[in-house]
């Protein structure tokens, strides 16, 4: 065996929210239409405000709106999601160790935050921290803000037995163990929702697909073990580091013609996941 294999296995209520029959309904509309986001399966869409516009996700075909952490000067604002929110799930992504939404101390962003729109709890990258915040310790402030939100996510990366431990839906990061993770969790009678994010490049263009998320993957500890030095991530790269970052990319996205994006998520539930979230990696307009 190699050692590329060796490393890697190359709608509204009174409230403003959405109700179970606006987001079934929309669904149906959606598979109806046959688009690219139908054919993939996904549930939801993730999206980077330092990106796009968020509001963009009304002109979208998901009911399901997840909208990432990336700096509080990049937060977008909250009558925006909340506008979104009256027919449609929205969840944002809040960092217990960032100020605004640390439960043992400044937390006004938390409170500030419209009732209709869920949180997904996050340790919090620390590209997105300052100094002071990547000391704050995770678990009790995990904790905290679980017991105060409504229905929250736990994202799950680099703290998965804290987040576990937490409780609520737990949010998993796509990697190339994810199935078998989920279904470990399963045979040990963990019966809580899970959801599962993943960058996502509806194409077989594999140019297109290294430029969306080769660096991405590059990025996983094993993919960087196999790599050459210096190798280029994107679509220059050739020989074995091509040969490497074409396992790579399927194993931590979601990487193919539509159809085949659908078999992965129907793998991923069939593994007991509840929800597949999809990053549109090559940007909004791949899920229309």
Same mark, same amino acid.
């Given at each position: 065996?190699?050692?590329?294999?060796?490393?890697?296995?190359?709608?509204?209520?009174?409230?403003?929210?959405?109700?179970?029959?606006?987001?079934?309904?929309?669904?149906?509309?959606?598979?109806?239409?046959?688009?690219?986001?139908?054919?993939?399966?996904?549930?939801?869409?993730?999206?980077?405000?330092?990106?796009?516009?968020?509001?963009?996700?009304?002109?979208?075909?998901?009911?399901?709106?997840?909208?990432?952490?990336?700096?509080?000067?990049?937060?977008?604002?909250?009558?925006?999601?909340?506008?979104?929110?009256?027919?449609?799930?929205?969840?944002?992504?809040?960092?217990?160790?960032?100020?605004?939404?640390?439960?043992?101390?400044?937390?006004?962003?938390?409170?500030?935050?419209?009732?209709? @729109?869920?949180?997904? #709890?996050?340790? +919090?990258?620390?590209?997105?921290? !300052?100094? $002071?915040? %990547?000391? *704050?310790? /995770?678990?009790?402030?995990?904790?905290?803000?679980?017991?105060?939100?409504?229905?929250?996510?736990?994202?799950?990366?680099?703290?998965?037995?804290?987040?576990?431990?937490?409780?609520?839906?737990?949010?998993?990061?796509?990697?190339?163990?994810?199935?078998?993770?989920?279904?470990?969790?399963?045979?040990?009678?963990?019966?809580?929702?899970?959801?599962?994010?993943?960058?996502?490049?509806?194409?077989?263009?594999?140019?297109?697909?290294?430029?969306?998320?080769?660096?991405?993957?590059?990025?996983?500890?094993? @993919?960087?073990?196999? #790599?050459?030095? +210096?190798?280029?991530?994107?679509? !220059?790269? $050739?020989? %074995?580091? *091509?040969? /490497?970052?074409?396992?790579?990319?399927?194993?931590?996205?979601?990487?193919?013609?539509?159809?085949?994006?659908?078999?992965?998520?129907?793998?991923?539930?069939?593994?007991?996941?509840?929800?597949?979230?999809?990053?549109?990696?090559?940007?909004?307009?791949?899920?229309?």
């Amino acid at each position: 065996m190699s050692s590329v294999d060796t490393e890697i296995d190359i709608d509204s209520d009174d409230s403003g929210a959405a109700t179970d029959d606006d987001r079934a309904a929309r669904a149906a509309a959606d598979a109806d239409a046959g688009g690219i986001a139908a054919r993939t399966g996904l549930d939801g869409v993730s999206l980077k405000p330092r990106e796009c516009d968020v509001s963009v996700a009304a002109d979208l075909p998901f009911g399901l709106v997840c909208v990432d952490y990336e700096g509080r000067e990049s937060l977008p604002a909250f009558d925006t999601l909340a506008a979104l929110a009256r027919d449609r799930t929205v969840r944002l992504t809040t960092p217990v160790r960032a100020d605004g939404f640390d439960p043992r101390g400044d937390d006004s962003l938390t409170r500030a935050l419209p009732d209709s @729109v869920g949180r997904i #709890l996050v340790a +919090g990258h620390p590209a997105y921290l !300052d100094e $002071s915040e %990547r000391k *704050r310790a /995770v678990a009790p402030r995990l904790g905290d803000a679980v017991g105060v939100s409504t229905d929250p996510w736990v994202g799950t990366e680099g703290i998965e037995r804290v987040a576990l431990a937490a409780g609520g839906t737990q949010y998993e990061l796509l990697s190339r163990t994810t199935e078998r993770d989920v279904r470990a969790l399963r045979a040990a009678g963990y019966e809580g929702d899970i959801a599962v994010y993943a960058p996502t490049v509806p194409t077989d263009d594999e140019d297109a697909v290294l430029d969306a998320v080769g660096g991405y993957a590059a990025r996983r500890k094993p @993919v960087q073990k196999a #790599l050459p030095d +210096g190798a280029e991530t994107d679509a !220059d790269a $050739s020989g %074995r580091a *091509r040969e /490497v970052l074409r396992k790579a990319t399927r194993d931590y996205a979601l990487v193919g013609d539509p159809d085949t994006v659908g078999d992965r998520v129907a793998a991923l539930k069939e593994a007991g996941a509840d929800l597949v979230v999809g990053y549109p990696a090559a940007g909004v307009e791949t899920f229309r």
